[in-house]
């Protein structure tokens, strides 16, 4: 079965932080940071899945630091796995003001997009294969995050996640029959 690695999804968008981006406090609004990461990660899911994508979720948006006003703003966006038609997109931000060599982590976030055929429909994508210490983290736990978004969408019974069985079932292992 043909695959790819994470790295051939990776995209890097660089954005520098306007006045009409920001609040009344001079901060980047959240809803223009979640647009820019929503076209990465866009972007992203496209290139590995060689066609029309669109988003099905977004979750796990953190935001550790504002951004300021004539900062400069860079996200990094790739696939960490693939289940049958949907595909997770791991985004980091970072940013960098003038004058500061540094670059600093603000936010990270995980969006899902759901490949498209020609006529609209989900279609099944190429498997993604992790290199990387951190991209086989980030693959090993996606089930747990699929199906957290699964629950949460009321999509799936927290009695039929596997992978998070021991959250919401404590003790459900004990309860087999031998």
Excluded at 28 to 54: C, E, F, P, T, Y
Excluded at 117 to 136: A, F, L
């Amino acid at each position: 079965m043909e695959k790819k690695k994470c790295k051939e999804s990776l995209v890097t968008m660089t954005e520098l932080v306007m006045p009409n981006d920001t609040n009344p406090h001079g901060n980047l609004m959240g809803g223009n940071l979640l647009r820019w990461m929503d076209i990465a990660s866009s972007i992203s899911a496209s290139k590995h899945s060689g066609g029309q994508v669109v988003t099905a979720a977004v979750d796990s948006v953190s935001f550790k630091q504002p951004i300021r006003e004539g900062d400069v703003v860079s996200i990094n966006a790739f696939v960490t796995r693939v289940f049958n038609t949907s595909m997770e997109i791991y985004l980091e931000v970072f940013t960098q003001s003038f004058g500061d060599s540094n670059m600093h982590k603000s936010n990270e976030a995980f969006y899902t997009f759901v490949a498209l055929d020609n006529g609209g429909r989900p279609k099944k994508t190429i498997q993604v294969e992790p290199e990387t210490d951190r991209e086989k983290q980030l693959f090993e736990s996606a089930q747990r995050r699929r199906e957290l978004r699964l629950i949460l969408s009321g999509r799936l019974k927290p009695e039929n996640a596997k992978a998070l069985q021991s959250i919401f079932l404590p003790g459900w292992e004990e309860d087999k029959m031998p």
